[in-house]
């Protein structure tokens, strides 16, 4: 098999590969990794810091798209296995951290937000923090581009904040200000909302 075809040659679309899933069509998979692995395995080294578990991370990401596609149809593809990738690398990190300790940005960025958090053991539990999501996906949609970036590299892709600051061409500390300003803004927000603290 050539390294490059006429599929290959230009950026296929989530809706495109979305579609090869549903088809049940396994070049879906190849795609998948051709267009996301690397941001794949970067969510998955923020998390376990060891390239042979970000593979199998990795590999297990894909086997899950394969099984949930269909019949989940997701809306955003990219945010759809960002997802699925983060909850296995979670799961590896707890595997791991069962027996010995794991330096991780995980442990960091969980830590930051852990307040905002209830950690009632009730049978509410479930749809507490499903309310809770909405709650902050909503808060996302009232940033602006720049600030909901920040927000998502630190809280959901697990981002070192120097990585977040070299992409954003801006210092270590205009990072830590500027998340320390969106931590309040969202406690605010949660409280207004009702949720509890």
Same mark, same amino acid.
């Given at each position: 098999?050539?390294?490059?075809?006429?599929?290959?040659?230009?950026?296929?679309?989530?809706?495109?590969?979305?579609?090869?899933?549903?088809?049940?069509?396994?070049?879906? /998979?190849? /795609?998948?990794?051709?267009?996301?692995?690397?941001?794949?395995? *970067?969510?998955?080294?923020?998390?376990?810091?060891?390239?042979?578990?970000? +593979?199998?991370?990795?590999? #297990?990401?894909?086997?899950?798209?394969?099984?949930?596609?269909?019949?989940?149809?997701?809306?955003?593809?990219?945010?759809?296995?960002?997802?699925?990738?983060?909850?296995?690398? %979670?799961? !590896?990190?707890?595997?791991?951290?069962?027996?010995?300790?794991?330096?991780?940005?995980?442990?960091?960025?969980?830590? +930051? /937000?852990? #307040?905002? %958090?209830?950690?009632?053991?009730?049978? #509410? #539990?479930?749809?507490?923090?499903?309310?809770?999501?909405?709650?902050?996906?909503?808060?996302?949609?009232?940033?602006? =581009? *720049? +600030?909901?970036? %920040?927000?998502?590299?630190?809280?959901?892709?697990? +981002?070192?904040?120097?990585?977040?600051?070299?992409?954003?061409?801006?210092? =270590?500390?205009? %990072?830590?200000? !500027?998340?320390?300003?969106?931590?309040?803004?969202?406690?605010?927000?949660?409280?207004?909302?009702?949720?509890?603290?």
């Amino acid at each position: 098999m050539g390294k490059r075809n006429t599929t290959s040659q230009r950026q296929i679309s989530d809706e495109e590969i979305v579609e090869l899933y549903w088809q049940r069509n396994e070049a879906a /998979i190849q /795609i998948t990794s051709d267009k996301y692995g690397k941001f794949l395995y *970067r969510i998955a080294y923020n998390i376990v810091h060891d390239h042979c578990d970000c +593979e199998e991370c990795q590999n #297990d990401t894909y086997l899950n798209v394969w099984n949930s596609i269909p019949p989940t149809r997701p809306r955003s593809f990219r945010a759809f296995i960002a997802r699925i990738m983060r909850n296995i690398a %979670i799961d !590896k990190y707890y595997e791991k951290t069962n027996k010995k300790r794991v330096p991780s940005e995980l442990t960091v960025s969980m830590e +930051e /937000i852990e #307040d905002f %958090i209830s950690h009632n053991e009730n049978p #509410d #539990d479930e749809l507490l923090a499903e309310e809770l999501g909405e709650m902050i996906s909503c808060f996302l949609r009232s940033l602006n =581009e *720049r +600030e909901r970036y %920040i927000f998502m590299s630190r809280f959901y892709l697990v +981002e070192p904040t120097w990585v977040i600051a070299k992409e954003l061409n801006v210092t =270590e500390s205009a %990072i830590y200000k !500027k998340l320390t300003k969106l931590k309040a803004d969202l406690k605010i927000f949660l409280k207004e909302k009702g949720a509890l603290l």
